[in-house]
């Protein structure tokens, strides 16, 4: 895996009169684990929208110091920028072999219809991108028994999994995550946390929308804080989980001045 460094500033979205996001930025490292965290509706997910091209927006996006602030979404993921999604609506008749096979075509530059609607009459091609994929299940823990199985049969959340497997046959230098652990099992999202652990140390550069804060505590070097699409503050995860203004506009304050137990500690924690 190649090492990414993702630069992010001063990135605004608007949707018609509403301002989902205001000049937000940050610096990601590359094997870095950086959580954006924040309330639902802070434009955690806009902004990945935004990074990936998406959605229209105004300010700056660089991946290893060159500017993706004019490229369209596909060629921000050719460039090594790859996302995962908080609810995939991944094709229900592919099966997961199909789907990892789509998975690829940033990295080979072959159309998607060229991978899914012609026979795979190249056997060495289809014997290396099965193996791709087998390796990819396994680096994520997955059995490749399930290489055959329609994505409609699979369960939550091992259609995410499925979907993080998806985008990691493009070879990512920087990858995104939105919200991986929702729908996913207490046992699911202690063995999730093991593979960003990894993945990270293999060199993928890691940009993680999460509520689950005892996920984000264990993998994330630094966090961003959203709040109403500003940028409430952002640094080292220990230091800025303890901020007030954190603990008030995300963790959400008790009417006697105390964090809440739920939110301070739950795996399924949130706001
Ligand atoms: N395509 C869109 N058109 C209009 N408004 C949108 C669109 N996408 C998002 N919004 C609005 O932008 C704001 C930010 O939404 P966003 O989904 O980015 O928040 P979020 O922090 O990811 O929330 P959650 O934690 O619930 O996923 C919200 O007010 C939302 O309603």
Not at 120 to 144: C, E, I, V, W, Y
Not at 153 to 182: C, H, N, T
Request: proline share 6%.
């Amino acid at each position: 895996m190649t090492q990414g460094a993702l630069s992010i500033d001063g990135l605004s979205v608007h949707f018609g009169g509403l301002q989902a996001l205001r000049g937000v930025s940050a610096e990601i490292t590359p094997g870095s684990v950086h959580g954006l965290l924040g309330p639902n509706g802070s434009g955690k997910t806009t902004l990945l929208n935004a990074v990936c091209g998406f959605v229209r927006s105004t300010g700056r996006v660089c991946l290893d110091g060159v500017s993706l602030t004019r490229a369209p979404a596909y060629v921000r993921a050719r460039s090594g920028l790859l996302r995962t999604f908080q609810s995939p609506k991944l094709v229900p008749d592919l099966t997961v072999e199909e789907l990892l096979r789509v998975g690829e075509h940033p990295r080979g530059f072959r159309p998607w219809w060229l991978v899914t609607a012609l026979p795979l009459r190249d056997s060495r091609a289809r014997k290396s991108g099965q193996q791709r994929a087998l390796a990819t299940l396994d680096l994520l823990g997955l059995d490749g028994s399930l290489l055959a199985v329609p994505i409609r049969d699979l369960s939550q959340g091992v259609l995410k999994m499925v979907d993080i497997a998806r985008a990691l046959m493009a070879d990512p230098k920087v990858l995104l995550l939105d919200e991986p652990s929702s729908g996913m099992s207490e046992a699911e999202i202690a063995r999730l946390r093991g593979h960003i652990l990894e993945l990270a140390r293999r060199g993928t550069t890691l940009l993680l929308v999460e509520h689950n804060l005892p996920l984000v505590r264990a993998v994330c070097d630094r966090v961003t804080v959203l709040n109403l699409g500003e940028q409430l503050t952002s640094g080292p995860t220990a230091d800025v989980l303890t901020r007030p203004e954190v603990v008030e506009a995300f963790l959400g304050v008790g009417a006697d001045g105390s964090v809440p137990n739920a939110v301070q500690e739950q795996p399924g924690g949130g706001p």
